[in-house]
């Protein structure tokens, strides 16, 4: 059983910043990738930060719409992936989703970011 919990979204004005936050739960290990998708109306959902779990080190492979804005951190003892979002731009609007793949891919329900111009 795998559940995630996304929080830290809301309304913010162009140009600002905002940290999102998930926390997971059930089995999951340090090779598991953790990362964020979005969902943007009108278009498919976007992979925002691909994590790719404990090979050698954690990284993430951001989306080239969010490269040098974005950035995600992965904390294994909490189970938690954070996404710090910079220079926010109204097309950033959507809702923010943490998954995790274990096999399958699990997803949480998601947390809404508004960016007004």
């Given at each position: 059983?795998?559940q995630l919990?996304e929080?830290?979204?809301?309304?913010v004005q162009?140009?600002?910043?905002?940290?999102?936050?998930?926390?997971?739960?059930?089995?999951?290990?340090?090779?598991n990738?953790?990362?964020?998708?979005?969902?943007?109306p009108?278009?498919?959902?976007?992979?925002?930060?691909?994590?790719?779990?404990?090979?050698?080190g954690?990284?993430?492979?951001?989306g080239?719409?969010?490269k040098?804005?974005?950035?995600?951190?992965?904390?294994?003892?909490?189970?938690?992936?954070d996404?710090h979002?910079?220079?926010?731009?109204?097309?950033?609007?959507?809702?923010?989703?943490?998954?995790?793949?274990?096999?399958m891919?699990?997803w949480?329900?998601?947390?809404q970011?508004?960016?007004?111009?």
């Open positions: 059983q795998v919990v929080s830290g979204g809301g309304s162009a140009g600002g910043s905002m940290t999102l936050s998930c926390v997971a739960s059930g089995r999951i290990f340090s090779t990738p953790l990362g964020w998708y979005r969902q943007v009108g278009k498919q959902r976007e992979l925002v930060a691909g994590g790719n779990g404990d090979n050698g954690i990284r993430f492979e951001y080239e719409s969010v040098g804005r974005f950035t995600s951190s992965r904390s294994n003892a909490k189970n938690r992936v996404l979002m910079n220079s926010l731009r109204p097309e950033d609007s959507g809702i923010y989703y943490c998954y995790v793949h274990r096999g891919e699990y949480g329900q998601g947390t970011v508004t960016v007004s111009s």
